[in-house]
């Protein structure tokens, strides 16, 4: 019976650093994000909000500034500093800074 109880507890504990598991590793994931959202903030302004006479990148659809930035990596978009940036990236850096700055409000 003793043994009975023991496992349940067992399996409440594995559950719940599996969720909290996560949960740092989703954290991790979006502090990577941010800090590589950070070196946008130069031409692209403090929270993706910028200055007149650059482009805004807060609130933007997430689709868009991902084709955007493909855009300029692979050199279908023209440009004077974002085409060598964009190389920088991976696909899926690309595809979270995107996301990144939807989110933000213009």
Request: contains cysteine.
């Amino acid at each position: 019976m003793q043994w009975k109880k023991y496992r349940q507890h067992i399996g409440v504990l594995a559950a719940t650093l599996l969720v909290v598991g996560g949960a740092q590793a989703q954290s991790a994931d979006s502090l990577q994000t941010r800090g590589l959202a950070a070196s946008c903030s130069g031409c692209h302004g403090t929270h993706g909000v910028a200055e007149e006479g650059m482009e805004s990148l807060a609130g933007v659809k997430k689709e868009e500034l991902l084709k955007k930035m493909m855009d300029f990596k692979t050199g279908k978009k023209p440009a004077t500093v974002m085409h060598q940036l964009a190389k920088g990236y991976t696909d899926e850096q690309l595809a979270a800074l995107a996301g990144y700055f939807s989110t933000l409000k213009k």
